[in-house]
């Protein structure tokens, strides 16, 4: 589903060159949950937004579903993304002026589905999430979980190839978490491919397989120590 050969990300800021991304030959298979670890800096979320066509890595390859992303323009790539991709954010990325229900609609409504249609993909995948209740709230007036229930939800609705979750719990207590964790699982489980950041192992365990990122390279799981 996702394979990357040799990437390379390198942030320029004045003469200053920061190689963050080292050449990773990377690949993810259809329907696989697979978690992203390493420490603060390794590269993790670089990782995830070259993968997720959100950035452009300085060189190397990205395939996505047969799809070779280097030779698309940026209007294929917005295209790509829109289609074939669901994210979530630590920071929900919810829009404050809209409704839970408004903000799972609005990609629907931006591939083309009417507001009728939009409404009834999204009321009945927010009841499923346990948010029948809040279909009318703004975020403003949703709890953090709720907050990243709702994001999870948007991101799925339109049922994408992906799904790129990056510290989906990283602002949330142990008990919204476990939701969220519950969710990706039954995702995982009805064939949902899933990609996620973490730096919680107690979560990244859940997953399929953990990759770990250090100093912007792939190295075997790091042994433990007393």
Request: net charge neutral.
């Amino acid at each position: 589903m996702v394979k990357t050969t040799q990437l390379v990300k390198t942030f320029k800021n004045g003469d200053v060159y920061t190689p963050v991304l080292k050449g990773i030959d990377f690949e993810a298979r259809e329907g696989e949950w697979l978690a992203i670890m390493g420490r603060s800096g390794a590269g993790k979320s670089t990782f995830l937004y070259q993968m997720s066509l959100l950035d452009d890595p300085t060189s190397g390859e990205i395939v996505i579903d047969g799809h070779n992303t280097h030779t698309m323009s940026a209007a294929e790539k917005m295209r790509f993304r829109l289609s074939k991709f669901g994210f979530v954010f630590q920071d929900y990325a919810l829009l404050p002026e809209l409704t839970a229900l408004e903000n799972v609609s609005l990609p629907l409504l931006m591939q083309g589905h009417s507001r009728a249609d939009a409404y009834k993909i999204a009321i009945p995948a927010l009841e499923r999430a346990g948010l029948s209740h809040r279909v009318g709230n703004l975020p403003s007036q949703l709890s953090g979980g709720e907050q990243q229930r709702v994001s999870i939800v948007r991101a799925v609705a339109h049922q994408p190839k992906i799904l790129f979750a990056d510290e989906p719990t990283a602002n949330l207590d142990n008990d919204s978490s476990k939701k969220i964790m519950d969710i990706f699982s039954e995702l995982h489980k009805a064939g949902q491919t899933i990609i996620m950041v973490t730096h919680e192992e107690q979560y990244a365990r859940l997953a399929q397989r953990i990759v770990y990122l250090d100093d912007g390279k792939i190295v075997p799981e790091p042994r433990q120590t007393l």
